[in-house]
């Protein structure tokens, strides 16, 4: 029982810590220092301090990092997500 008890206060702390976070980085939008911009490479949601879209993101950067399991699966195929027809 201690154990779902520790787990259960973990998993409380670590939704409460994402979501002071959110708050924080709202706030942030607010006042211009954060904006959520597309990739212009992959076309993911980014976080940057410029309003306009950025040229690459995590995403472009450490692919193996963010999507391992398609990575290690796809290695010699270039990681990039199709283009998405909607225009932001």
Same mark, same amino acid.
């Given at each position: 029982?201690?154990?779902?008890?520790? *787990?259960?206060?973990?998993?409380?702390?670590?939704?409460?810590?994402?979501?002071?976070?959110?708050?924080? *980085?709202?706030?942030?939008?607010?006042?211009?220092?954060?904006?959520?911009?597309?990739?212009?490479?992959?076309?993911? *949601?980014?976080?940057?301090?410029?309003?306009?879209?950025?040229?690459?993101?995590?995403?472009?950067?450490?692919?193996?990092?963010?999507?391992? *399991?398609?990575?290690?699966?796809?290695?010699?195929?270039?990681?990039?997500?199709?283009?998405?027809?909607?225009?932001?």
């Amino acid at each position: 029982m201690t154990g779902f008890e520790v *787990l259960g206060i973990a998993a409380i702390v670590a939704v409460g810590a994402i979501a002071i976070v959110g708050i924080f *980085l709202g706030l942030a939008n607010w006042v211009g220092g954060f904006h959520m911009v597309h990739c212009r490479t992959c076309h993911h *949601l980014t976080g940057s301090a410029q309003q306009g879209p950025v040229e690459d993101c995590v995403h472009c950067r450490h692919p193996a990092l963010l999507h391992p *399991l398609y990575a290690a699966m796809h290695r010699a195929a270039p990681i990039r997500i199709r283009r998405d027809p909607l225009h932001y």
